[in-house]
């Protein structure tokens, strides 16, 4: 074979070479943009949360810039989008007052919510001895005197949305719930069993940033 006939295969062989790379580059920017244009009309809506109550079984701040706590919380999801399901693929739960964190964090199980689906989770939340900020322990001692104490229950996690067969990437979910506890005579709470727990009814919409 010729040096000319050599040089003209090759240049086939290049030619194809570039038509076959440009054609994956084509069929992958159309898929790419027919996601996009899909994604921009659904306009996928971020999940809505409602705290339904909170039971506390222990609330003990007696040691001084401590705090020995246990709660119960059960809260709804619910997702709003007709044709998007949500992957909970993180969600922890805890509880802070005045910004402190005050329990350990309690994970809840991974799972899928479908279009329109409601959820329930009812975890448990707890902290031994967490250390409490000297300003916080005072504040805290006085909002038990008055018999009213504002905590806020928390989900922090990572969250992925499915349209049809597309999966998006992750996005950071936090839930924030405030739940006034009451003590004293000014307790609107339930007592539950013998064991001195007191259950809240609380039915409070959540703040939720995607």
């Not at 039971?55 to 709003?80: G, I």
């Amino acid at each position: 074979m010729s040096v000319k006939e050599c040089n003209h295969h090759k240049g086939k062989k290049h030619k194809r070479f570039r038509k076959i790379f440009w054609g994956i580059i084509i069929f992958l920017f159309i898929v790419l943009v027919t996601i996009l244009i899909i994604w921009a009309v659904l306009k996928p809506s971020k999940p809505s949360f409602i705290l339904q109550d909170v039971t506390v079984y222990a609330f003990n701040a007696t040691v001084p810039n401590f705090l020995t706590s246990n709660f119960q919380v059960t809260v709804s999801s619910r997702n709003p989008n007709d044709k998007i399901g949500i992957y909970y693929d993180r969600l922890d739960s805890y509880v802070t007052y005045r910004s402190q964190q005050i329990t350990y964090r309690t994970a809840i199980p991974p799972s899928y919510q479908e279009h329109k689906e409601v959820d329930v989770w009812s975890p448990f939340v707890y902290g031994t001895n967490v250390p409490v900020a000297p300003y916080n322990s005072v504040a805290l001692s006085q909002d038990q005197d008055n018999g009213n104490v504002l905590v806020v229950v928390k989900f922090d996690g990572r969250v992925r949305w499915k349209v049809g067969a597309f999966i998006s990437g992750h996005y950071h979910i936090f839930v924030r719930c405030p739940a006034f506890i009451t003590f004293g005579p000014r307790s609107n709470g339930i007592s539950v069993g013998d064991s001195g727990a007191v259950k809240y009814q609380i039915v409070q919409r959540c703040t939720v940033s995607v």
